[in-house]
């Protein structure tokens, strides 16, 4: 079984190019979502994150804003939080492929969005980066709710520069050509990775 690790900047179409691996009959273990199985009502990161910071619960789960206020008044904050969370997803990843495994499946995805800067490139058997032009990109995240320039900026100064991830990347998928061209992109690099 392959494991292809998918990342690329926010508003690059990383998503929708999980979707089509979806399709194609990769099951997708996506980072994101499960963090937020932690932090929803009943979740394994509730309690913990009461007992640091109760303000950052609501109704039960974690309210992300407002945890999200705590990172950035104390780095160290982050760095806390990482060391019981990234754990948690390791083992929820753990049971992802133990359970790919058992289907015989021949290709899961890791949809990691910081796939590089956290090191899980060297866990992957390929990596392929989503990507398209800087000013696409910018268009994509602005029309999102809510989305400020300034967060833009603060989003984007955590990731790693999408030139760098390309440079890092086994392949690569250009989504400013439409779905039709990323779809043909995705099904050439899963058959390229099954045969090598």
């Not at 392959?2 to 926010?10: D, V």
């Not at 995805?109 to 956290?118: G, K």
Request: a neutral charge; aromatic letters at 6%; hydrophobic letters at 45%.
């Amino acid at each position: 079984m392959k494991i292809i690790g998918l990342t690329g900047s926010i508003g690059m179409g990383k998503s929708t190019t999980a979707q089509m691996f979806a399709d194609l009959g990769c099951p997708v273990f996506d980072a994101d979502e499960a963090v937020h199985q932690l932090y929803a009502k009943g979740g394994r990161a509730v309690p913990l994150i009461q007992a640091v910071f109760p303000d950052a619960i609501s109704n039960g789960a974690v309210n992300r804003k407002r945890l999200g206020d705590h990172m950035r008044e104390d780095p160290l904050n982050l760095k806390v939080l990482e060391s019981f969370i990234h754990p948690w997803v390791g083992e929820l990843r753990a049971a992802f492929l133990v359970k790919a495994k058992s289907e015989k499946v021949k290709a899961v995805i890791f949809d990691v969005p910081l796939l590089f800067e956290t090191g899980g490139d060297k866990h992957v058997d390929a990596s392929v980066v989503v990507t398209a032009p800087a000013n696409v990109q910018r268009e994509r995240v602005m029309s999102r709710p809510g989305m400020t320039e300034d967060l833009f900026n603060l989003i984007l100064s955590k990731q790693m520069p999408d030139a760098e991830k390309r440079k890092r990347a086994d392949y690569i998928i250009e989504t400013d050509k439409g779905l039709d061209a990323a779809r043909v992109q995705a099904g050439n690099i899963l058959e390229q990775i099954l045969h090598t």
